[in-house]
């Protein structure tokens, strides 16, 4: 079946440092891939998404790049600010059509802590 | 505009009791989900609705999980015999077809 696993947390890094989190993917069909975020005390929000082999989603100063070939979709940034503290989740869903129609199946999560 | 609610928020019972949580989606997303999220873990699908009908209902885990949306809109999550192990975060999210989930805040339900 479907499955998503993010590198190991949690992290935490210092302000205007770079962030890396890492996620890879198995999936039947051809999968659309997507990034949330949970920030402290709020729900679930959609950061980013990317529906073909090499799009680049992108949102807020962070990027992803859908790589096929190494079934792969890490999250970047490369200055990270403290407000970007919160949890985040790599997601695929492997609906028709490119959307997120669908069942969304995540990975385990990443914490991240950012310190001034 | 108003975002996917969720009722209660919290949820504590006793073992074995049935319990009931209800989701109202954005006003005219026809689509609706159910997933579940234990502590340290991300969501887990449960089930999907397309307007009235479950589209998949393939990641309920038992048959003590059972989810109804009537109207097409509000749906209801309901837990027969609640044991320990259902304790985790119940989230929903709603979209138009072919379009972004957005969620609710959750409602955390304890099993004691």
């Known amino acids: 079946g479907d499955s998503v696993t993010q590198m190991e947390g949690p992290v935490t890094l210092s302000e205007e440092a770079f962030l890396t989190i890492n996620c890879t993917y198995t999936a039947t069909g051809y999968p659309s891939l997507f990034w949330y975020v949970q920030y402290p005390g709020e729900g679930l929000q959609l950061l980013l998404k990317a529906t073909k082999a090499d799009d680049k989603g992108s949102n807020k100063g962070f990027e992803a790049t859908y790589r096929k070939e190494t079934t792969s979709f890490h999250l970047e940034k490369g200055s990270v600010q403290v407000s970007d503290s919160a949890v985040y989740f790599c997601a695929l869903s492997t609906n028709a059509g490119g959307t997120s129609y669908g069942k969304l199946t995540f990975g385990q999560g990443t914490i991240l802590t950012v310190h001034p | 505009g108003a975002g996917v609610s969720q009722t209660p928020s919290n949820k504590v019972t006793e073992k074995g009791k049935y319990v009931e949580l209800r989701c109202d989606p954005i006003?005219?997303?026809?689509?609706l989900y159910w997933y579940r999220q234990s502590l340290g873990q991300g969501p887990e699908f449960l089930i999907y609705f397309q307007g009235t009908g479950a589209a998949d209902d393939s990641g309920l885990p038992n048959d003590r999980f059972f989810a109804v949306r009537p109207e097409g809109s509000v749906s209801t999550l309901k837990i027969q015999r609640t044991e320990r192990g259902d304790s985790a975060v119940y989230l929903c999210a709603s979209s138009l077809p072919t379009d972004t989930q957005y969620f609710g805040p959750g409602t955390r339900l304890t099993v004691l």
């Open positions: 006003s005219g997303h026809t689509a």
